[in-house]
């Protein structure tokens, strides 16, 4: 799960930002007749809130078909749902009439596509059909991948209260780093990336008897790839049942790559959602989520709200924002709970979305694009969609990744929309105009698969014999400099010999369940004697956000808080430090002097000498491709600017920013990578030091 907050938009996501703040003021100075159906409504409203606070939607709505209408089946209230026995509910999901059509359908091919609206039961019913009918006997598995760590675990735990047992014993799952299952587990779920890594140690998956991969519309890089591995394997076993399912869409396509197998259809059970955008582009949507919400709040009668941001920072922004302003209304409004729901958040955080909400009150879920499709939150009725995700990409030229927000695509927009129609009628609000939709967003989500860093994936496929990639089974190949680009940098890496081939150290570096350059870090660590300390580096590196928490209205104290942990070296040597602060006082009998810093940081170089940068002109320029980068302002190295630099990655904000940079010698590069540097393009223009840019030296601070 990706979740770096841009500050600013940047690139093609500039444009369009750009595009809307022009026309945003432009209409929001005006003066503007609204129309009479959201006369009233907005009157009340503007009891509460100033008139330039609110959002102008277009009152003509566009409604989503529906497949039946509100007096088919009367929705459930959540008290209602609460009172039913769990098995009354499972009797109750969209998959329950097709329970035996399904199974007939499994029992008599090999290879079945499942499309089903989202909600409808694929993912906590299928598993448990399965089991019912004899497919876990012997001790067979089970296996259920998921694309998202969040959904693995809240799946498996929704699953194992069904059956009524131990979360762990028959149902468990399984993620990155950690483990939740045990001998008795029959129904596993788990990461795509981990049922990958499976194949390292079971290649045809002999313990399994059924492999489910869900939400393969998704299509994630580990889900594309498992498609191929796991078409081959069908070929020889026979007895392995695989089921792809999928929300609905692309299953034509899952079905041509797969054979022409079957597709399953789960006949939907969705009602009509009403579609609003806004007459004109929103300059700042984060804003307009908040506004949006409160005016649903106030004018729109019973039901949940739902928000979809791009990731954790953005998410904790809206909920404060939301409280605050909750706060200053007081007994003025009806009491609204906000709910964010990311990656990480901590678990027993996330099971509150799931939670009833009290009569009277109102739940405002906000959410990344996890719940888009993985999740299903009950009672929602209101989708505001502001229309972004965050996304990665790769350029293949340089090797650059980078998360960027840009516009989601129509078929996302939809699937979101979709959320507000499952209890009964709801309503979409699109903070973009109905313009952007039908012009500035792209119909379909690219696959992962063209837009990432294929090192990690073409190592593990390497370690399981498949030497000839170009010609893998992929159902989109890959660039195919990506892959030329992930086989030279293994074989810089010293991964793969110039043949190709998996070198020793290749294969230990596949063991490790981490990126190439991370497990060559940790490994070099041996060479330089500092395993433990790299290792506690690699860990801290991997929390996927900043271990420094700088809320808005705290930005000083913050940054002081952050200083006091400032030591030489860099940013890795900061995390070490960091961690090794609340540590057991008898660990640190052999405190770090600075002498034993430069091994630490040679064992990163070893890893990353990929990353390297060097002080030039207004920045840095990258050593290979002598792109413009700089340091994030959040660095304990922003000030210093050291001639040479190693970062861990880098971020697109405003600019192009490394984020984790440690100073190294230059001479390191060519004992670490004498087949990638030439001592040439190492070579310093001046033999003095250059002036530092910002700020004070150490020497002048005393
Ligand atoms: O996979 P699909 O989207 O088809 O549906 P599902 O995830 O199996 O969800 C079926 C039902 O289980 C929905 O009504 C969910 O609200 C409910 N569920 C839940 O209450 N708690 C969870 N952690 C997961 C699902
Ligand atoms: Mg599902």
Same mark, same amino acid.
């Given at each position: ?28 100075? +005006?003066?503007?007749?609204? $129309?009479? /159906?959201? &006369?009233?409504?907005? %009157?009340?409203?503007?009891? *509460?809130?100033? !008139? @330039? ?103 498996? +735990?929704?699953?194992?209260? $069904?059956? /009524?047992? &131990?979360?762990?014993? %028959?149902?468990?799952?399984? *993620?990155?780093? !950690? @483990? ?523």
């Amino acid at each position: 799960e990706l979740e770096e907050t841009p500050m600013e938009l940047g690139g093609e996501q500039g444009r369009w930002e750009e595009e809307r703040l022009k026309t945003a003021s432009l209409s929001f100075g +005006a003066k503007k007749e609204r $129309e009479q /159906g959201m &006369k009233q409504e907005q %009157e009340k409203y503007q009891l *509460i809130l100033e !008139e @330039d606070e609110m959002i102008d939607f277009v009152t003509t709505a566009i409604t989503m078909k529906g497949t039946r209408s509100e007096k088919d089946a009367p929705a459930l209230s959540q008290a209602e749902l609460k009172k039913q026995s769990m098995q009354e509910v499972r009797r109750s999901l969209p998959i329950f009439p097709y329970r035996d059509d399904l199974l007939a359908a499994i029992h008599e091919h090999q290879i079945l596509v499942i499309e089903g609206e989202t909600g409808s039961g694929k993912t906590t019913q299928i598993p448990q059909y399965l089991l019912e009918d004899g497919y876990t006997k012997g001790g067979m598995k089970i296996g259920c991948t998921q694309p998202r760590r969040v959904a693995a675990m809240s799946v498996a +735990a929704r699953v194992a209260e $069904e059956m /009524g047992v &131990k979360l762990g014993n %028959e149902v468990g799952y399984s *993620i990155r780093f !950690e @483990d939740c299952t045990s001998e008795r587990t029959v129904l596993k779920y788990m990461t795509d990336g981990m049922l990958l890594r499976e194949f390292l140690t079971e290649p045809d998956l002999a313990s399994y008897s059924v492999i489910i991969i869900d939400e393969a519309h998704e299509r994630t890089l580990h889900t594309d790839i498992l498609f191929g591995l796991i078409k081959d394997i069908a070929r020889f076993r026979s007895d392995l049942k695989v089921l792809v399912a999928s929300a609905t869409l692309d299953t034509e396509r899952f079905s041509c790559f797969f054979d022409d197998a079957p597709v399953f259809r789960i006949p939907g059970r969705r009602f009509p959602v009403d579609i609003f955008y806004t007459k004109a582009p929103e300059a700042d949507y984060l804003e307009a989520c908040v506004v949006s919400v409160l005016q649903i709040h106030v004018t729109q009668p019973t039901g949940d709200i739902l928000v979809f941001l791009t990731g954790q920072e953005e998410i904790e922004a809206c909920c404060e924002l939301l409280q605050e302003r909750c706060r200053r209304l007081g007994s003025k409004i009806a009491e609204l709970l906000v709910l964010p729901i990311y990656a990480n958040l901590p678990s027993d955080m996330q099971a509150k979305i799931f939670n009833p909400t009290p009569p009277g009150a109102r739940k405002v879920v906000v959410a990344t694009n996890i719940a888009e499709t993985s999740l299903t939150i009950d009672g929602i009725i209101y989708v505001i969609d502001p229309g972004f995700c965050k996304q990665k990409s790769y350029n293949a030229r340089t090797g650059m990744e980078s998360l960027i927000v840009t516009p989601c695509s129509r078929a996302s927009a939809n699937q979101r929309a979709g959320r507000a129609g499952r209890v009964a009628a709801g309503k979409c609000f699109r903070l973009y105009t109905a313009w952007a939709y039908k012009h500035e967003m792209e119909e379909t989500t690219v696959p992962e698969i063209q837009r990432t860093n294929l090192g990690n994936v073409v190592l593990l496929l390497k370690s399981l014999g498949i030497n000839d990639l170009i010609h893998f089974d992929f159902m989109d190949p890959p660039p195919h400099e990506t892959l030329v680009l992930a086989l030279e940098q293994l074989y810089a890496l010293g991964a793969l010999n110039h043949m190709g081939e998996l070198t020793k150290l290749g294969r230990r570096m596949a063991e490790l369940p981490v990126d190439p350059m991370l497990s060559k870090m940790i490994l070099a660590s041996e060479q330089y004697k500092c395993s433990e300390e790299v290792l506690t580096i690699a860990a801290m590196l991997s929390v996927n956000n900043s271990i420094f928490y700088r809320p808005k209205d705290k930005v000083v104290h913050a940054d002081n808080a952050r200083m006091n942990f400032v030591v030489p070296g860099g940013d890795h040597l900061v995390l070490l430090n960091v961690y090794n602060q609340p540590g057991i006082p008898a660990l640190l009998t052999h405190l770090p002097s600075t002498a034993s810093y430069p091994p630490r940081l040679q064992a990163v170089t070893a890893g990353y000498f990929y990353h390297t940068a060097r002080l030039s002109k207004g920045g840095y320029k990258t050593v290979k491709h002598q792109q413009t980068v700089y340091v994030h302002p959040n660095s304990s190295l922003f000030e210093e600017q050291p001639r040479w630099l190693i970062y861990h990655e880098l971020v697109f904000t405003t600019k192009e920013f490394m984020r984790q940079v440690i100073e190294i010698e230059s001479g390191w590069l060519l004992e670490v990578a004498p087949h990638y540097y030439k001592s040439k393009e190492l070579e310093d223009s001046s033999s003095k030091k250059m002036p530092r840019k910002q700020g004070k030296t150490k020497e002048e601070l005393g």
